[in-house]
């Protein structure tokens, strides 16, 4: 039951939440994010490219309070202290998040000025959200930056209007112990490594008389690497197994459910990842397990390098995702901000906005081992100079940061009850289960989710 109420509160807001924390916590691989919609990014736009960031501004101004709704502050107080450097008249507080909260603040005739949101159902109702679109459309920086393509449209809902934008970018990699890698006498592999080459590397490195095993334990390795290999495989358009308009879920069909099996049988068949009876006689959580030295492969994120960097007694270091029958795929975790209609400060909360497209905040998000989202020669440079990546794979890290696929979740409607239908999912990896019960569940969710996007006008 314990492990229930982790699963659920990975698959709600600890997916956005733990995305955006890169310095939240050092050691905790528990996430789960809700983001938006796949695109193949190709890394052209018809910007030009910016070569220094817009001059500071001088004039006088009165002083603005922005309120930002949000669940964290963490590493986000540097960034909060840049933007303030650059606009000293404007200072950013963060308050308690939620539509309670919000509903609350208007009331009181002190309206909150932006929210970092996991769906944008729950805030269209009330017509809570600002559109951004004509914002965007009079921006000189994000107009002027040479943005990843499909980026800024992460988030567009089909009656095209843009009630959020991304405000942070996370990609994930593989993470290989290179010391278990040469205990068992192999190297690092190529780029283009397959999942069948993953599974016989694992294979290879799992010694249970030694506590050994190819794959680890953690959360991450049995939720978000579920999500990746339907699409590698040509058989889901989207991350979290949706078709390409996000209107239906496809783990209900035949090819998304045998590439479930297919990972469920790291444990159930070929025992490269501990079981839960297995990893409770380990004392393993599913929390950080590859820092016991005793894993070769895990799924890393921003938030987790920093502990490897303080905490790992082990060479370690990264890798793209394996390629799928189909294409390379990893998971881009998006974090969705928007401005609320009720705002009095809008044209400084979108400065804020705009901020984030800086090369100055791309820096910050690249020191923080976060992704990018603006292309510029800079930034490459300043991955090879960062302590996060020294000594470490930074060519892995260019690479994956335009590397299919954006993961969807705000644009969804009923998307908690998806969420509910996927920690299921995310418990039957460790033991034996027949995934396909799940199938009239996933059918409900899909005959609700198109009942609420008519009623929304989508």
């Not at 303030?84 to 603040?105: F, L, N, R, S």
């Not at 278990?180 to 192999?186: A, P, Q, S, T, Y």
């Not at 976060?370 to 302590?387: G, K, L």
């Not at 509910?420 to 989710?449: G, P, Q």
């Amino acid at each position: 039951m314990k492990r229930k109420v982790l699963i659920c509160q990975l698959l709600t807001v600890a997916l956005v939440c733990l995305m955006v924390m890169t310095a939240c916590s050092q050691t905790d691989s528990n996430i789960n994010n809700a983001n938006p919609k796949e695109t193949e990014q190709t890394g052209q736009t018809n910007q030009e490219e910016v070569d220094v960031d817009p001059p500071k501004e001088e004039e006088e101004h009165e002083p603005v309070t922005l309120k930002l709704l949000a669940w964290h502050v963490g590493a986000h107080q540097e960034l909060f202290d840049m933007f303030h450097e650059k606009y000293p008249w404007i200072t950013i507080e963060v308050e308690e998040w939620g539509i309670d909260k919000a509903i609350a603040m208007q009331a009181a005739g002190e309206p909150a000025d932006l929210v970092w949101i996991t769906g944008l159902s729950p805030w269209l109702k009330d017509g809570m959200l600002e559109d951004l679109t004509p914002y965007i459309a009079n921006d000189p920086t994000i107009q002027n930056a040479k943005i990843i393509d499909g980026f800024l449209e992460a988030f567009k809902t089909p009656d095209d209007k843009l009630w959020a934008v991304p405000y942070t970018a996370i990609s994930e990699w593989i993470i290989v112990n290179k010391d278990l890698l040469k205990k068992h006498g192999m190297e690092m592999p190529p780029y283009d490594w397959t999942y069948d080459d993953m599974l016989e590397m694992a294979k290879k490195a799992t010694d249970p008389a030694a506590n050994e095993y190819g794959i680890s334990y953690d959360s991450l390795m049995a939720s978000h690497f579920n999500w990746i290999l339907p699409v590698a495989n040509g058989h889901a358009p989207n991350l979290r197994f949706f078709n390409e308009d996000l209107s239906q879920n496809l783990l209900n069909t035949p090819d998304v459910l045998a590439d479930m099996k297919w990972l469920q049988e790291l444990t159930t068949k070929w025992h490269v990842r501990p079981s839960d009876e297995e990893a409770e006689k380990l004392g393993w959580e599913k929390a950080n397990n590859f820092l016991t030295g005793k894993v070769l492969f895990t799924l890393g994120a921003d938030w987790v390098i920093p502990g490897y960097n303080e905490l790992a007694t082990f060479d370690w270091d990264v890798l793209p995702l394996p390629r799928g029958k189909e294409k390379q795929v990893t998971v881009q975790l998006l974090g969705p901000i928007a401005m609320l209609s009720a705002s009095k400060n809008k044209d400084a909360a979108f400065k804020w906005i705009s901020f984030q497209f800086e090369l100055e905040a791309q820096k910050w998000n690249v020191k923080n081992g976060s992704n990018t989202f603006v292309i510029h020669p800079d930034i490459d440079d300043e991955i090879d100079r960062t302590p996060t990546w020294k000594g470490k794979n930074t060519e892995v890290i260019k690479m994956t940061k335009e590397m299919c696929c954006y993961l969807p979740g705000p644009t969804i409607p009923d998307f908690d009850e998806f969420q509910n239908i996927d920690a299921a999912l995310f418990e039957s990896m460790y033991k034996e289960f027949d995934i396909t019960s799940l199938v009239s569940r996933v059918d409900k969710f899909n005959e609700s989710t198109m009942k609420l996007r008519k009623e929304m006008g989508w």
